[in-house]
């Protein structure tokens, strides 16, 4: 499906696109590699403010260039006065912001397009399903700078990989092609670098003709139900399937593949 691409903000450091019923959330900082500052943590917010538009049914989060994210922007960070000032002018916004993307009631896809370093890993991680280019290097990075994954990341990465793994990627920060985190399971899909924005934009059309309120619990039983015991988190499961089940989407999918049609959802409500 060919879709117009309609510019809906252009901020600072990123520029939001809908294209279909999807919103393209692209870091446009090359020259710093689209590293996190300030100005880049408030837009993104901003973005993923936009993005709970009903109207809008996934999300797409990438980069420019040859960078998706670098990860801090040391010269932010050492313009920063001692610890105090890291955490409350970086580190705690940067963790709201993602903590946003993980709760948006709907999928949040990284397209990771190169490089990925550090934060950047921890915000792929905060998104539902990461798709990078074969030749994307991504490496958490933190222990070459005696930094720490501050913003969740550690916990993220030991529930992607398991907790092996995960200490071998933080504690040697070294450096992974998109294919070889494919094969280990912290991405989705690993594909050839020009073919990137069009895997994820089939991608992106599957899901928006999913059902919206469907999605949005499916992600909160996984996202909140993954710690669980078996027994809470069935009861989860089962608290939020009643509440999809008010919506009449499972109505409208019955008859959808009974009249052999393709169903047509609403919107969250």
């Known amino acids: 499906m060919n879709t117009a691409t309609v510019v809906m903000e252009e901020l600072a450091t990123l520029r939001i696109e809908r294209r279909g019923a999807a919103a393209w959330i692209i870091l446009t900082r090359p020259a710093r590699r689209n590293a996190i500052n300030a100005k880049l943590i408030s837009d993104l917010g901003k973005a993923i403010e936009m993005s709970r538009d009903s109207s809008i049914r996934a999300v797409v989060l990438t980069g420019t260039e040859d960078a998706f994210c670098a990860g801090a922007d040391l010269t932010f960070v050492q313009s920063l006065e001692g610890s105090t000032e890291i955490v409350s002018k970086f580190l705690r916004p940067l963790t709201e912001v993602l903590g946003a993307i993980r709760e948006l009631p709907k999928p949040v896809v990284a397209a990771i397009n190169g490089h990925c370093v550090a934060g ?50 933080l504690f040697t920060g070294d450096t992974y092609t998109g294919t070889q ?88 409500r």
């Open 120 to 169: 950047g890993v921890e915000t792929a991680l905060c998104c539902d399903l990461i798709i990078a280019a074969e030749d994307a290097r991504i490496a958490d990075g933190h222990a070459r700078f005696g930094l720490l994954p501050a913003i969740g990341g550690a916990n993220l990465l030991a529930r992607a990989l398991g907790p092996h793994k995960a200490k071998e990627m």
């Open 181 to 268: 985190l494919a094969e280990l399971g912290l991405v989705n899909r690993a594909v050839p670098r020009e073919n990137l924005e069009a895997v994820v934009t089939e991608l992106v059309e599957k899901l928006c003709a999913r059902s919206p309120s469907g999605l949005a619990l499916m992600k909160r039983m996984i996202n909140d139900g993954a710690s669980l015991p078996w027994p809470e988190a069935a009861e989860l499961e089962l608290t939020l399937t009643e509440a999809h089940l008010s919506t009449g989407d499972h109505e409208e999918g019955l008859a959808a593949f009974i009249e052999r049609r393709t169903p047509v959802f609403g919107s969250i």
